[in-house]
């Protein structure tokens, strides 16, 4: 029977939450270098023309006109809402600036129903109607145009100056009026650019020169407007170039102008510092181009800059007469496409980590903006459209203090967030369904819900490939190529979270008039396209019942507004289920599920990436999502993943008859359910049943919140041994509890966790048809006292398919490795020679239900296991007695592996955690918490082996200086696990012979018959000077052809050194790094040579030392941040290797076998 294990890898990269988690590493912070933004200033002779309205907008004055005053309208001035003063409008913020200003810039959501709440995809301006009729007013009491753009500039350097570089260019004055100069560069003082500006008492500005009031103050009118001659000048000075018209003063000589000498070099006076420095240009005018055309239509050298889609300049025409020509739009297109600032030759170590090194840098462009200011030009709305930027007109000193504020928040909100190109791959998900990968992508917002998608790449080749076949990932960034389309996109969508994907699919459908299909659970009917569970207003008389679900929470969930509609898909891992329609045994359609922070699981049709359904949980309609809809921060709902279980439903074993479908998610930090539905028909789901909080029953354990993905297994109802005794059962465990948010030495507001947890302390079993508990399977606090804390991962071993699983293995938040057995396996003891074995019990070796044998088989106090162990059949060297009584070297038994970690506070560096490598062969002489001594071999004594806690002797020397194995060696017949953090046995010491002898030290304390494991300490420095960094496991252990593949995460240190030339455009919305490690399943070892930084090493008689080693066994990953866990996918030409981006072939030794063991995924 040939099964396909559907997937999907979290790689996060998240903002910071009011609670303790994984996200906590990351944050939506600034990269902290501002944009450089120029403002030029036209100085021409028209800006003295009083012609602009002195009167100030009243809020409070009911201006005539057109407009109907309460009603909002849009930037085209049409009518956008009724009336402002409308219970509908629920956005608080907009409102208040609509009623004062008379105008708003930002997102707004606007449902099917009308109603308005804050939030939504795009920034947009909204003006009020009143302020509409104030602006259409004929001017009275006029100012100049230079007297009110005074005013209102100074005021916006004032408002804006600690988030933005300012700068301000102006029209040269000198008697010839070409081109212009940068009166202040970007980057200077308040006071230079404005002088000692009281906002509370600002200035009276007047046309004149005026002393004291800065840069902006000492403008006059009084020259030509060469637009593009000084725009070009500007960008010379942006790209460090000498100046086209100015001399060693930086104001015009005709020496530069004509010939090109003694112009002012610009190389060390650019403003652009660093490659992911944003940098604009403001261009604020009053009319058209005059005297701007002498330098661009006849130097060759400018020819660059006036290359654009037209290739030609705009022809200034005034009675029908061409007067001038510009080629301001051409300018304005150059340097929007052309990166400005390339490295030299042999730039240093400060300009590459500046400017970054070739290939691997963003272009550094600048972005125009254009304002018509008492003037409507086309030329600036092309110039505006050629520089990237956006047009504006103003008339009066409202209008004109409303586009350049639009521009400076556009300009501020553009340089948030995460703006390095690495971060939006960083923050990844993936799954694999044959030849395709699918992304769960999410977004950090600053405020409100975050938003998500869901993409779709394939997976070809050893690498992955967009909807056009060409390579959907940078090989050096290991990011999303800018250029990529993902399926189901129509155009290059890249690394953008709210661009393609299934999640734009959506809101163009949405926009095209289609009702989205929300489901829930109301109790009436299990059919979920019964109108009861209909989540929508149509069936507000039921939803409205709850508490918190009115009629605004249901339109915010609903996201119909124009705005995103998906959430975030923060944890939850989707799974792929492939339907046979036809019923002729060839899979016909696929449907992709996965939970997500808006409130509900999802279904996408594969084909298109379509929205099929959601469903919303029952246990989150009284409170949950209102908190989604009104909060403005993230709140967690639907972040667990789903499992999928298949099921002959008729007994008749027909492979042409199509298998039930059903599936179970829970809702991780989003609550304590887990919902099961009946998905045997993907367009009409139904809802079968809940498992909640007290399914183990009055006076046991409670569950706490539901990180687990249970996992669907074959076990034995002993309860029901008929004819079919053999069922499927969701595996589970406990679950999180808050306490474990807490640390121990914390202070207020953070709480000291409990000793103990007092939720989620046990493991059981559901049965998948009927949710009801398998009663012989219940293990807890109740009947189990050592389990004192609660329990997230879990793995079971099953024998063979379609064979019952007889062993399971947990790990708790206190580091105790639990075992469960259900065969029973018959213990002997080893008496003295001579004696007969004596037989602990007496048992039936049967796998009938009857789950006798726990153990708490290893415990790491303090140490918090988050992930499930791996599990690996093996067979150890360890003296046996059969069942007729014979002794046999070797036992059969389960190789477990777990790493350490405390997940939740990622940046904890007080615990030295690790990964566990035990031997259970299950014969512990009947205790039930089997003694075993954590180890080493002293190199330095000879080889011994000895007890980390005392040094005490546990095994005496092995083999002596000539490499001989010696007899009769004593031991202490404790049972240990060694420390091979150090990797004795692929040592690199400088001495063959010593190299040599620690290696067999190691290799005989390996195959010791007292030595039941390993473990690795995750420590840097050398042995004896441990270093602890933090590092901990955010993987299960995967165990592929004897290796074992897991991810690691090291925080950052707080203490470290600054570098003496750090990089301010790492990152922010990640800190720390990590390691993918791949070593031998059997004893630790390096098994591929991922350090090749040693490989030249010789030795003292210029041997080569060993290729592999300790620094072998492990990579570090591309990105900062968590790492994703590393999945193998079975490709038609072999098995695959991915972690995050990274994709690479794997290959199978001749003697691999494959187990049937199966792992829980969780967070």
């Not at 076998?1153 to 969780?1162: D, E, K, P």
Request: glycine share 10%; aromatic share 10%; charged share 20%.
């Amino acid at each position: 029977m040939k099964k396909t294990l559907l997937t999907l890898l979290s790689m996060l990269c998240l903002a910071g939450s009011v609670w303790a988690d994984d996200i906590d590493i990351y944050g939506v912070g600034d990269i902290d270098i501002k944009p450089n933004v120029l403002i030029i200033f036209d100085n021409s002779g028209s800006m003295g023309t009083q012609d602009v309205p002195g009167m100030q907008y009243d809020p409070l004055t009911a201006y005539a006109g057109s407009y109907n005053t309460n009603a909002v309208y849009d930037k085209n001035h049409d009518l956008w809402f009724s009336d402002i003063n409308s219970a509908n409008w629920q956005c608080a913020a907009a409102k208040s600036d609509l009623l004062t200003v008379g105008w708003w810039k930002g997102k707004l959501k606007k449902s099917n129903q009308g109603v308005v709440t804050c939030g939504g995809n795009n920034s947009r301006n909204y003006r009020l109607g009143n302020f509409e009729n104030y602006d259409d007013l004929p001017g009275a009491g006029m100012k100049t145009r230079m007297e009110v753009a005074k005013e209102v500039i100074a005021r916006l350097i004032d408002n804006s100056f600690d988030q933005v570089n300012f700068g301000l260019m102006k029209f040269n004055e000198d008697t010839a009026y070409q081109g212009g100069y940068i009166q202040s560069e970007c980057g200077v003082t308040r006071s230079t650019l404005i002088g000692a500006y009281d906002p509370l008492n600002p200035p009276i500005y007047t046309d004149a020169s005026q002393g004291g009031l800065g840069a902006i103050g000492a403008i006059t009118s009084q020259t030509y407007t060469p637009l593009a001659e000084t725009l070009a000048e500007a960008g010379r000075y942006f790209s460090g170039q000498k100046s086209w018209f100015n001399g060693a003063t930086g104001k015009y000589t005709s020496q530069c102008t004509n010939n090109n000498v003694g112009c002012y070099d610009y190389s060390d006076k650019t403003p652009i510092k660093y490659r992911c420095q944003k940098n604009y240009i403001i261009v604020m005018t009053d009319g058209e181009p005059t005297q701007d055309d002498s330098k661009l239509n006849s130097d060759p050298g400018t020819l660059p800059y006036l290359i654009d889609k037209e290739g030609v300049g705009h022809k200034v025409t005034e009675a029908g007469e061409v007067i001038a020509t510009s080629y301001l739009e051409n300018v304005a297109y150059f340097l929007a496409h052309n990166d400005l600032r390339v490295l030299g030759a042999n730039p240093t170590e400060a300009e590459i980590i500046a400017m970054g090194e070739p290939g691997d840098a963003e272009a550094q462009i600048v972005t125009t903006y254009t304002i018509g200011f008492q003037s409507d030009q086309t030329l600036l709305e092309n110039t505006a459209l050629n520089g990237g930027g956006e047009y504006y007109t103003a008339d009066n000193a409202d209008t004109l203090n409303e586009a350049l504020t639009s521009i400076i928040s556009t300009i501020i909100a553009s340089n948030e967030g995460f703006s390095a190109a690495a971060v939006p791959v960083s923050r990844a998900n993936k799954t694999y369904a044959g030849e395709y990968v699918y992304y769960g992508l999410f977004q950090p917002l600053i405020s409100g819900s975050w938003v998500g998608n869901l993409k779709k790449y394939k997976l070809a080749g050893g690498a992955l490939w967009d909807k056009n076949g060409n390579p959907a990932i940078n090989a050096t960034t290991g990011v999303v190529e800018d250029n990529a389309i993902s399926f189901w996109s129509t155009s290059v969508d890249g690394p953008e979270v709210n661009m393609g994907g299934a999640g734009e699919k959506l809101l163009n459908d949405i926009q095209g008039g289609m009702s989205r299909n929300l489901y829930t659970y109301t109790g009436t009917s299990k059919d979920l396209k019964d109108a009861t569970n209909n989540f929508h207003l149509d069936n507000k008389a039921v939803l409205n019942t709850y508490a918190g679900l009115s009629d605004s929470v249901i339109n915010i969930i609903r996201r119909e507004d124009g705005g995103w509609p998906l959430g975030d898909l923060l944890h939850s891992e989707p799974v792929v289920i492939h339907y046979d329609i036809d019923g002729d045994g060839a899979d016909d359609l696929s449907v992709i599920f996965v939970g997500s922070n808006d409130g509900m699981l999802h279904a996408f049709d594969d084909f298109d990436g379509a929205e099929l359904w959601g469903f919303i949980p029952p246990d989150l309609l009284d409170d949950k999502l209102e908190e989604i809809a009104l909060s403005n921060k993230q709140v967690y709902s639907v972040d667990g993943s789903p499992t999928v279980q298949y099921y002959d439903h008729d007994g008749d074993k027909n492979i042409l008859t199509p298998p039930h479908k059903r599936l179970i998610i829970g809702e991780r930090r989003g609550g304590d359910a887990y919902s099961v539905l009946d998905v045997t028909d993907y367009q009409a789901p139904v809802f079968k049943y809940q498992i909640k909080k007290d399914v183990l029953g009055a006076g046991d354990e409670t569950l706490g919140q539901s990180w687990v993905r249970p996992q669907l297994e074959k076990m034995i109802d002993k309860n029901n041994l008929g004819a079919n005794p053999l069922q499927d059962f969701y595996l589970m465990s406990g679950g999180y509890d808050e306490n474990q948010d807490g640390l121990p030495d914390a202070v207020a507001p953070d709480p000291v966790p409990n000793p103990t947890d007092s939720v989620g302390r046990a493991v059981f079993a559901i049965n998948a048809q009927t949710g009801e508990l398998l009663e012989n399977f219940v293990f807890s606090a109740s009947n189990y006292p050592a389990m004192t804390h609660s329990i997230i991962g879990l793995s079971a071993y099953q024998q063979e398919i379609n064979e019952p699983v007889n062993r399971v293995y947990a790990g708790d938040m206190d580091g105790n490795m639990f075992a469960f057995r259900d065969d029973d396996i018959k213990e002997f003891e080893l008496t003295p020679a001579g004696a007969q074995p004596k037989p602990i019990d007496v048992l039936d070796g049967k796998v009938d239900g009857n789950w006798s044998q726990k153990l708490k088989l290893f415990a790491t106090p303090g140490k918090k296991i988050f992930y499930p162990p791996g599990l690996m059949e093996e067979s150890f060297d360890r003296l046996y007695v059969t069942t007729e009584g014979k002794i046999k070297p070797m036992i059969n038994g389960d190789f477990v592996y777990w790493g350490t970690g405390d997940r939740a506070h990622p940046e904890r560096r007080d615990i030295v955690n690790g990964l566990y490598a035990i031997k259970n062969g299950w014969d512990w002489n009947g205790s039930e918490t089997p003694d075993l001594v954590e180890a080493y071999v002293d190199k330095n004594d000879k080889g011994k082996i000895k007890a980390i806690s005392d040094d005490h002797v546990l095994v005496e020397q092995l083999i002596d200086d000539q490499n001989t194995k010696l007899e009769n060696v004593w031991d202490s017949g404790e049972k240990f696990i060694l420390d091979v953090t150090y990797d004795l046995s692929q040592n690199r010491e400088f001495v063959r012979e010593t190299q040599t002898l620690y290696q067999n030290y190691a290799v005989e304390a390996e195959h010791h018959v007292n030595n039941y494991g390993w473990f690795i300490r995750f420590v840097e420095g050398t042995e004896g000077a441990d270093i602890e960094m933090g590092e901990k496991v955010v993987s299960s252990p995967l165990i592929y052809d004897f290796v074992i593949y897991l991810t690691t995460y090291v925080p950052e240190d707080p203490n470290a050194v600054v570098a003496a030339t750090p990089d301010p455009c790492a990152n922010p919305g990640a800190r720390g790094m990590g390691w993918i490690y791949m070593i031998n399943a059997r004893n630790g070892e390096a098994i591929f040579n991922l350090d090749p930084t040693n490989d030249d090493e010789k030795g003292s008689d210029g041997h080569q030392l060993r290729e592999k080693s300790r620094t072998d066994r492990r990579g570090i990953t591309k990105n900062k941040g968590i790492p994703p866990p590393v999945q193998i996918d079975f490709q038609e030409d072999g098995a695959v290797l991915l972690e995050g981006t990274y994709v690479k072939p794997v290959e199978d030794s001749p003697n691999m076998l494959r187990y049937y063991w199966r792992q829980i995924v969780t967070p």
